[in-house]
């Protein structure tokens, strides 16, 4: 089976940096997604990984190390619009499709 | 360009009713997939299914739960005799092409409560 473990809360200033940290249990891995949620709304794509390393979006980073089964998510220049759950995802081959395994999800909050 | 589309956004059912959800996905999208999402919890695979084909269900409960992607029209994802734990958001994506790394984009959710 597949898990991922993600932290359940993280508080985080304006205009500060955040890091959320990802570590994924699962056979015939393919990537790394991260999803951002708001309250009550859809979620929406942010970045994906395959391969180790940064990928870097705006304000957005994602880095993956396939090695240690383990990818963070980084958000700079906070604002207080970032406040929302983000979820990591992996991709895997199930059943002969490419399924997205989701973990429970951080509640990121942006204070002032 | 519409995005993904779900109707009704919020269900209210009795237990033993049923329940059909409506997922229009976006244009050109052929792949269609359900999750569910219970409070305060990530999001749950259910199926995934592309034009007249189901192609994984292995998320989706054997008994009460079916989904269909008809030829013509939305995908539907119907619950028959629903119970109080079938109460959840259910969320419709589509992508474009199946594929690593394909962006799924997500449609507001259908939310079902069981009373």
């Known amino acids: 089976g597949q898990s991922l473990e993600q932290p359940s809360e993280v508080t985080a200033v304006e205009g500060a940096i955040v890091q959320i940290n990802c570590t994924y249990q699962t056979s015939g891995f393919y990537g790394l997604s991260w999803y951002q949620q708001h309250d009550g709304g859809a979620p929406t794509f942010l970045s994906y990984n395959a391969l180790d390393g940064l990928e870097e979006t705006g304000r957005f980073s994602s880095f993956l190390s396939r090695s240690d089964s383990y990818g963070y998510l980084l958000l700079q220049e906070l604002q207080m619009k970032d406040s929302a759950s983000y979820f990591c995802a992996v991709e895997d081959s199930g059943a002969g499709s490419y399924q997205l395994t989701f973990g429970k999800g951080t509640k990121l909050s942006v204070i002032p | ?34 999750y569910r999402q219970l409070p305060e919890e990530g999001l749950k695979f259910m199926v995934y299914l ?17 989904a269909e992607f008809p030829k013509e029209g939305p995908s539907i994802l119907r619950i028959q005799q629903v119970v109080r734990g079938d109460s959840a958001a259910y969320f419709c994506a589509s992508s474009p092409v199946e594929g690593q790394g394909d962006e799924q984009y997500f449609g507001p959710g259908t939310r079902l409560t069981v009373t």
């Open chain 2, 1 to 34: 360009n519409a995005g993904v589309m779900q109707n009704p956004r919020h269900l209210v059912r009795r237990r033993g009713q049923e329940a059909r959800l409506r997922c229009s996905p976006m244009k050109g999208h052929s792949h269609v997939y359900w």
């Open chain 2, 50 to 66: 592309q034009k007249e084909n189901i192609i994984d269900e292995s998320g989706m409960p054997k008994e009460r739960f079916s």
